[in-house]
């Protein structure tokens, strides 16, 4: 008998990587458009918990509003003679592959970024409780991880009580998150791979340094240590350093091979420090994308919470679409927020001295790591909400981008039939657009990988 038997949708690795989308979707669990949302797991006592107990607190899915959109929370507590509290980050990034298993079930995101849609199609043939998902998850938690002896599940839709687990569950991740600063890149006998996000990206694989947390921000080294031993064939496994080549860079010959394996061949070389030569790689769970701004020669940093446009024009979802899907795109780089608390946050590109621009409510979360010369030379849309303003402000403040401006190239001025129709500052991947099309000519104008200047005129016949 099958331990998916009474299940009324079908579970497996084939639903990994499903895409719904909204037209599709009976109801849609945190994302963008919920305001507080999380998942948790907690390691308690084997006399705490009641294996197999599955909660739901607030409206069941059967009691929301058909294509609504819902605070969430999931909140796991495990328990087992070998369940130690470091293994809490390990079995909670599980949480998105196991909910990927289901079918009609689109799990996104990680910690407090979640983001999970409930296909119409699955709600019709039974879908309609989260005991469903509880079950699931339950079973394949103590097959996949058989240490995990006890484990007990709540769903929170509650808004006031989201909200209130919502702040502890932030408290819990800054803790963790704390324990794994202080060690070295240098002084690590291996780094970790991480794989879990294949299913959407497949040329991903994140490399997880001591200074360099997974793209999510959910696994930190000494996670990636923990779930390697404790499941060696799973989705995070331990990386051979091999030959250092360039320890500015970032780069070594262990992580190459087993990028070139995992990534079937695609990616060949990566630079763990840098955004531009050889960057990692980047699948679309990451919490922020750094992102190049050439009319500044500077970098700008934008978090998935981000609601407004940035600096240049565009919002987060754009621009997490220039460096999504295992693509290494210079100028675009995925990464956590635990990252930019790092000495080696892209030190080959000047790290905090070319960050330009960013979110007021990430720069305040990474204040401290923020060198002081630093603090106030670095825009936010408080200051500077489009690019001649953020040009006027780094002037004023005398940030060090500044310099590099009298090394660049003069701009030469378009003919007067070219300039009524230029494209100031269009960002896009020369490899994105066709050389003609529709009977018009594109030109691309000091491009080397994005163009400053995109010329569209009328082809002459």
């Not at 705490?48 to 009691?63: A, T």
């Not at 630093?374 to 500077?384: Q, S």
Request: with cysteine.
């Amino acid at each position: 008998m099958s331990m998916f038997e009474d299940i009324p949708v079908d579970v497996g690795v084939v639903y990994e990587g499903e895409r719904i989308r909204f037209k599709d979707t009976q109801v849609e669990l945190g994302g963008e458009r919920a305001e507080a949302k999380f998942e948790l797991v907690r390691v308690k006592g084997l006399d705490e918990i009641e294996d197999g107990k599955i909660s739901v607190i607030g409206p069941d899915i059967k009691d929301m509003k058909e294509g609504s959109t819902n605070p969430f929370g999931i909140y796991i507590e495990v328990a087992g003679k070998k369940v130690e509290e470091e293994l809490e980050g390990v079995i909670e990034r599980r949480i998105h592959e196991y909910c990927n298993f289901i079918e009609g079930i689109m799990h996104l995101n990680q910690r407090y970024d979640i983001w999970l849609r409930l296909s119409k199609k699955s709600f019709k043939k039974g879908f309609n409780s989260f005991h469903v998902m509880g079950k699931v998850l339950q079973r394949l938690f103590k097959s996949e991880l058989p240490f995990i002896e006890k484990i007990q599940i709540t769903f929170i839709t509650d808004p006031k009580k989201v909200k209130k687990m919502y702040d502890e569950a932030i408290k819990i991740y800054e803790a963790r998150d704390a324990k794994a600063r202080g060690m070295k890149d240098e002084e690590a006998d291996a780094f970790y791979g991480c794989t879990l996000c294949q299913s959407f990206a497949p040329t991903h694989c994140c490399v997880i340094t001591p200074q360099r947390y997974s793209n999510c921000g959910s696994i930190s080294w000494f996670d990636g240590r923990a779930s390697a031993q404790v499941d060696p064939k799973g989705p995070v496994f331990a990386i051979d350093k091999g030959e250092c080549l360039d320890p500015f860079k970032g780069e070594y010959t262990g992580v190459n091979d087993v990028i070139k394996e995992k990534t079937m061949g695609e990616i060949n070389r990566v630079c763990l420090y840098t955004a531009f030569e050889n960057p990692h790689t980047s699948c679309g769970c990451f919490e922020a994308v750094a992102f190049y701004i050439p009319e500044v020669d500077g970098l700008g940093i934008v978090h998935r919470g981000f609601k407004d446009v940035t600096v240049n024009g565009l919002p987060f979802s754009t621009l997490a679409d220039s460096t999504a899907g295992g693509r290494q795109v210079e100028g675009f780089h995925g990464l956590s927020i635990e990252y930019m608390r790092s000495p080696k946050l892209l030190q080959v590109d000047d790290g905090w001295s070319r960050i330009v621009w960013m979110p007021a409510t990430i720069k305040e979360r990474v204040l401290d790591f923020i060198p002081q010369d630093m603090v106030d030379k670095i825009a936010t849309e408080n200051e500077a909400k489009n690019l001649d303003e953020l040009k006027a402000f780094l002037q004023e403040k005398n940030h060090p981008v500044v310099k590099r401006w009298k090394a660049m190239p003069v701009e030469v001025a378009p003919k007067a039939e070219e300039a009524e129709q230029a494209v100031p500052s269009l960002e896009v991947p020369i490899s994105g657009i066709p050389i003609s099309a529709g009977g018009f000519e594109i030109i691309l104008k000091d491009a080397k990988i994005y163009a400053k200047k995109v010329v569209i005129r009328k082809v002459k016949k």
